[in-house]
C-alpha cells in the first residue's frame, strides 16, 4: 500500500495465528520470494506491528534498518 507521503506498508497475514506463549527458543521469519531490491540505493527503515485475533488495534514489535547499495 502507499499513501500520499509516500510511505509503503505491507500487510501480511500468516496462514494460522503465531502463538502468543512463544519461549526465547523459537523465531518465526517472513520469507519474500521473487521480490526485487529498490531501484534506489539508500537507507529503508522497516517497522513491524502486530494484531492479535479478535483485537482492532496493532502493537509495535520492532523496528529495521536495511542499507541498499
Do not use: C
Not at 3 to 22: A, F, G, H, V
Not at 44 to 50: A, K, P, T, V
Amino acid at each position: 500500500n502507499t499513501n500520499e507521503s509516500s510511505l509503503r506498508s505491507i500487510d501480511i497475514y500468516p496462514y494460522k495465528p503465531i502463538p502468543s506463549n512463544i519461549d526465547n527458543k523459537e523465531s518465526y521469519a517472513i520469507v519474500f520470494k521473487k521480490i526485487f531490491n529498490p531501484k534506489k540505493s539508500g537507507l529503508y527503515q522497516f517497522h513491524s506491528f502486530g494484531q492479535p485475533r479478535g483485537k482492532t488495534v496493532s502493537s509495535y514489535i520492532g523496528s529495521w534498518t536495511i542499507v541498499i547499495d
